[in-house]
């Protein structure tokens, strides 16, 4: 989070390659601020050093961690892909397996959705979710179509 705020989406994944090559491949402890502090800088995050020793970041990890335990995550890694979760480390095929029951999900929603919108072209509720399925089917452009005909209908959609 912190490394996005600073210096984007590149930074961030920089970032996040050194602290998984330092975990998984150099046996780093992690744990130590010195440690993810040598890795950020490795990485060309030198603010980094600054951030965690003072105590930047504190508050959205707790955060984290509380929707984490509200959404009942008990362990790392945990997967979650349209409110299912798939705990702990998995072989690929069973990730494979895992992310592949979540499309068929929204695929099954989102010919059901289109079904009820082609029946009833005013029903702004089935238009929303329409658009958001879509959405998360990675469909910007025709979920925005349905989106913005939801809040045109029912304001409180937009």
Do not use: C
Not at 26 to 34: E, G
Not at 35 to 54: H, I, M, N, Y
Not at 84 to 103: D, K, N
Request: a negative charge.
């Amino acid at each position: 989070m912190l490394t996005y705020e600073h210096g984007g989406a590149e930074l961030q994944d920089a970032v996040a390659e050194k602290v998984m090559q330092g975990h998984f491949i150099r046996a780093l402890d992690i744990s130590r601020p010195a440690t993810l502090a040598r890795l950020a800088a490795e990485a060309g995050f030198d603010q980094g050093v600054a951030l965690l020793s003072g105590g930047g970041g504190d508050a959205e990890v707790k955060g984290a961690l509380l929707i984490g335990k509200a959404r009942g995550i008990t362990t790392s890694p945990t997967l979650v892909v349209n409110g299912q979760a798939l705990a702990g480390a998995q072989p690929a095929e069973t990730i494979a397996a895992f992310l592949r029951a979540a499309a068929a999900q929204l695929g099954r929603a989102r010919a059901a959705l289109e079904d009820l919108v082609a029946a009833d072209p005013g029903d702004s509720y089935a238009r929303l979710l329409l658009g958001r399925t879509l959405h998360r089917q990675g469909l910007a452009e025709q979920a925005a179509v349905h989106l913005r005909l939801a809040g045109a209908m029912t304001p409180e959609y937009a």
